[in-house]
Structures are given as C-alpha cells and as structure tokens.
C-alpha cells in the first residue's frame, strides 16, 4: 500500500504537531482514504468496521475546517448515544489540544437541562449531541446553527435503528444549506441511502471491505 503518512495531507502545524505527540502516524485505510475528499471540502459517506478510526478521520476534517478565531457553532457532530458522543468529544479535544481556545460541547439526553442551557449560553465552536436533545434545544430557541459549516452523522446505522430519523431531519431544517456534510457508518443498510440523499450534495464514497 502507498506510504500513507498524515504529514502528506498538508493539516495546520497545531494539528500534524499534535498528531505526532499522540503517537499517530499512519492513517488507517478508512483514514487514508476519506481524509482527502473531507479536506478538499466534498461532502463524504464513509463505511468500515467498528475500531477502524473513523472519529479521527471526522474529526480532523471538523478541526481542519474550523476558523476558531470566530465563536460560532461551525460543526455539529451528531452520535446515536451519550457514551458515544462523550468518546467522541474526548477524542475531538485530544486531537485539539495544540488549538487554543477552542471549545467543544456536548447535548446529551439523559443530563439535566439547566446547566446544559447555562453552557449553551457560554457558546461553543463545535456541538457533540444525541439528536433528541440537539433538536430539543434547537426548537427551543437555544442553539443557533445559523454559522453552521461542517455536519458529521457519526453511527448512522445506528442513529436510523434508533428512531433518530425525524430528529436529524429537523436539525437539516435549521442548518445552512451551502454546509459541507460527512455521514459515517459501519453498515449500509438502504434507510441510510434515503437520509444520505437529504442531507448530502453529490457525495464521495469511500468504503474499506472487512479483511476478515
Ligand atoms: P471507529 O469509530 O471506526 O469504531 P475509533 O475512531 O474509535 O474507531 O478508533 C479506534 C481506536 O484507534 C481509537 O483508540 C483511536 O484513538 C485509535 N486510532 C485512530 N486512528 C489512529 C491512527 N491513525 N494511529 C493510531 N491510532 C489510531
Ligand atoms: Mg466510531
């Protein structure tokens, strides 16, 4: 396989930087493969196994997009479950570390509503929620997508089985059109074609088959 080292794909110092001290040097296939398309701004559908690295790949294409100079909600990062989007915000924060300032929050069902409010207020760059509670906030006045540039559905296998359908397609609602949209998954069953026709404009497919 070519050389697939993350330094080809020319990401800002505080993120290659970074990337080294972790220790992460070459991509995963799935990486290697959708990092390109993500960076070049195309919207993206990526499939492969679970523990394949596909929080990084969306991830870095957020941190690599995000201007966060401007306190504006750029990216949303929508998960089927609260562990789930807690494991993502900790790796979203731990490949940030070197990008000063920034700040990612998480909406979660399951967590009382005051100081979750009281957060919204403060702001964010970069939202990490289940799609209940994002839209809760959302029809409520409280979260405003308006700035909005980078939509990531994490799991979206699993965000479909759960009945997050109708929640994600109000969210669509409330974001920017002109935004640029990954959906990440580890099957593809067809319910995933219809929501991948809604929510994105001529995507890239990259798929990484299971070796085993
Ligand atoms: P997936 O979402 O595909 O199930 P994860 O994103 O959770 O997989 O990644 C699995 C593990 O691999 C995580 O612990 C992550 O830190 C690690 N990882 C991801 N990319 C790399 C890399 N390029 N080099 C080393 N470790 C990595
Ligand atoms: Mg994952």
Do not use: W
């Not at 000063?100 to 409010?117: A, R, S, W």
């Amino acid at each position: 396989m070519s050389n697939s080292n993350f330094t080809q794909l020319n990401l800002k110092p505080a993120l290659t930087n970074n990337l080294e001290s972790l220790g992460y040097r070459s991509m995963t296939p799935i990486q290697a493969q959708s990092l390109p398309p993500i960076i070049d701004g195309k919207d993206v559908i990526a499939q492969a196994k679970t523990g394949s690295g596909k929080t990084a790949a969306f991830a870095l294409g957020v941190l690599q997009r995000l201007n966060v100079k401007r306190f504006r909600v750029q990216s949303l990062i929508l998960c089927p479950t609260r562990e789930l989007a807690d494991q993502v915000a900790k790796e979203v924060r731990r490949l940030a570390r070197q990008i000063h300032n920034i700040k990612v929050l998480t909406l979660c069902g399951g967590v009382p509503m005051g100081p979750q409010i009281g957060s919204l207020e403060h702001g964010a760059h970069i939202i990490v929620g289940t799609p209940g509670r994002v839209h809760d906030h959302l029809s409520k006045g409280r979260l405003d997508l308006s700035e909005l540039n980078m939509l990531v559905l994490d799991e979206a296998d699993r965000m479909l089985e759960m009945g997050f359908q109708d929640a994600i397609d109000d969210i669509i609602e409330h974001a920017p059109k002109t935004r640029q949209s990954l959906l990440f998954s580890a099957t593809f069953p067809p319910k995933i074609k219809s929501i991948a026709e809604r929510v994105m404009s001529n995507p890239t497919m990259v798929k990484v088959e299971a070796t085993h």
